[in-house]
């Protein structure tokens, strides 16, 4: 992806969209941890401890980096920028130097939430002249639908997942214990080009309520073993969950199991842009009232029903009978009625989609079952 | 980067003691302070402060420690309650003090609890959001906040036997992924295979994470694991981590055709590598460094470095740290021409003098 192409116009767009809403200049503050804003406006992967952009209305971008690597890698890469400035350790240099810009206004601030609160008051004494204004509702909102750039990125992801199942499948039939069975899924999406992966897993029965990083439990017969898999590619994540057994499933497992598979199905046939999100989630916990499992899809026993995917593993919205949001074509869901249910536990099944006009296109191709290993 | 975590809690590793003995050094200073209540705030990037008190350090979202002058602990996380069986099992805290709230809002709830109307209020962690301190000033308006992070962190930077312990662990793993990154066979093989492959060996130990940034040929900087080809030199900064503590360990592996044209660089390298590992005093590490400046090195000196952050904002140390049990790390940096070299250590300082955890 290009600058003229690609982050020109992400940039232009994010500029229009924020003078409408009352925004001069944009400033973006990313960590470690939620690196996902200048990738999407410079494709650049930062290796430092944090990232800053600056945005200002005139269209020009400046970047703070955090490492000799950072400044060497955009000052070759990103030839366009305006500036690129060290930051020193004490969080000084990069907001002293954009005093000369004469900020005013109304400042949209991304990652406010992450800012360390040093930088966060350095700000405020040097742009005394603005307001800060979150930006991560606009920021959502534009990253919400996907082009099509994006969606091979994601579909790449999707193909890695089901190949990482795969491997957690064999590991499991192995014999390994949990921190192997996930050192090996890991390797896997590595050597596969994922750059991250996010995952997590529950090793046991009916007392696992939630899943968790791993323990050194080797799974017994008997056990289900659920995991959660998230490989990022070139930024862009996709999702896959599932469970299995080891060894024969019980009765109950199967049963529990069935209900899944029904509430994800009675989800992905309802789904096309324009659908409320709250039907989808509603589809899905239909299946499980009709079961008597209601209280099962409550805030005590799951967090949500699915949610948006994208350049971070868990984008809203998320999927809830409350949410006010509607499909849009080119969004990329995972659909998991993911919950704790009695005599079986905790289960999981989801797979990562992208919605169309007419339905979903259904991303990971892994088999929807409860396998016996 | 994303974050794995671990919840299992060894306790022939870190007792139910250990975290006593933290806890009381915490409300001495409290007391000292006339400080009312204790926030501690941490999220899945810097969880290392709560981890200190209460075992737990969140995989995912955030979490509040409230701690009482009494040394009454409360943990509130974003998480949901069905998260709350296996966080019983890594934590001292009891389970009724374990309470789940978006925005970790019902802090204040416990502050009320705890009989706190109004006074001096300490919090910890450089990253407390924004949104709950507005949140606590509208509860408790008049009260006076004050931040605790610096002398919180100065606590930490020395170490007890149980966080030494853990240390050496991930220096343990931190040296079996370095010798699957530094074995003659890497050359001509792609980056990321042969970092999937170190990185296995961090995993599949019990390493929660891993981290590695590298260069070889070409690249002359630092980067993430990519498919390229290794060619002529590898190097590499890796940080592993077990149980939330972190080793840092840095090499520089030549190639037979670069060691030929090379033979120099390789040599200074060898000595400083001998230098630093075979430094037991302050004074002979003290010359270590005075003699690689001199030659060009870049030198940074970090601490702490476990339970503490992969890539922390942390300020470099001025000074070689010399206070028993400190752990810290020490590397150094040196571009010959386009190509990269580093090496670095995780080091305690020791009753006489200094242990390199990662030789």
Known sequence: ?373 | MMKRGFIHWDKREIREEDFQKRKEEVTAKMKEEGVACLLIYGDVWQCDDIQYLSNFNTYTRDCLLVLSPGGKLSLVSSMTPRDREWIVGCTPVPSQDISFSAGLVKGSDIMKKGGFTSGKVGFVGRFFPKVLFDHLLKEFPGSEFVDLSEWYRTLRCTKDAADIQLVKRAALLAEHAAKVLTDPGIFKKKVRRVSAQAEWAVRSRGGEDYSLLCSTQKMAVLDFPDDRDIQGYFSFSLLSQYKGAWAVIARTTVSPTTMKRRKEDVRAYSALVSSIQGAERLEDLEKGLKAAKARGWDVEMKSPVGPDVPMSITPGLEEIPRKKNMVFSLTFQKKMDQDLFIYGETLCVGEEGYEVLTA
Request: hydrophobic share 40%; charged share 25%.
């Open chain 1, 1 to 373: 992806m290009d600058f003229k192409k690609t982050y020109q116009p992400r940039m232009t767009f994010f500029s229009k969209t924020a003078r409408e809403n009352g925004m001069g200049s944009l400033f973006f503050y990313s960590n470690v941890w939620r690196r996902e804003m200048p990738r999407y406006l410079a494709g650049f992967n930062f290796t430092g401890p944090f990232n800053i952009l600056l945005v200002t209305p005139d269209g020009k971008m400046r970047m703070g980096v955090s490492s000799v690597s950072d400044y060497v890698k955009a000052k070759e890469e990103l030839p366009w920028l305006e500036e690129v400035i060290l930051e020193d350790p004490t969080l000084g240099k990069v907001v002293k130097a954009w005093e000369k810009l004469g900020l005013t206004g109304n400042l949209g601030v991304s990652g406010m939430d992450l800012i360390p609160v040093a930088l966060l008051k350095q700000m405020k004494r040097v742009f005394g002249g603005v307001t800060m204004v979150s930006l991560t509702e606009m920021e959502n909102r534009i990253r919400l639908t996907k082009s099509q750039e994006e969606l091979k990125r994601i579909r790449k992801a999707a193909a890695l997942a089901d190949k990482a199942y795969q491997t957690f499948l064999d590991s499991v039939a192995d014999g390994r214990n949990a921190y192997e069975i996930m050192a090996d899924v890991e390797r896997t999406v590595k050597r596969g080009g994922a750059e991250d992966n996010f995952m997590i897993v529950g090793v046991g029965n009916t007392e696992v309520m939630a899943m968790a990083p791993p323990t050194d439990r080797v799974p017994v017969k008997g056990d289900l073993i659920r995991t959660e898999i998230t490989p990022f590619v070139d930024g862009y994540c996709a999702q896959i969950c599932r469970s299995c057994v080891k060894g024969k499933p019980t009765k109950a497992q199967i049963k529990g199991f069935d209900i899944f598979l029904r509430s994800e199905e009675e989800a992905i046939k309802i789904m096309k842009a324009g659908v409320p999100v709250a039907e989808v989630a509603k589809a899905q916990n239909d299946v499980f009232r009709a079961h008597g499992l209601g209280d099962y899809v409550t805030v005590q026993y799951t967090r949500t029903r699915g949610h948006a995917l994208g350049l971070w593993q868990s984008e809203p919205p998320i999927i809830n009978e409350e949410s006010k949001a509607v499909l849009k074509e080119n969004q990329v869901m995972i659909v998991h009625p993911n919950t704790y249910i009695p005599d079986v536990g905790y289960l999981v099944l989801g797979d990562a989609m992208i919605v169309t006009k007419d339905g979903v296109e259904i991303l990971t191709q892994a088999d929807r079952e409860l396998k016996s290993v």
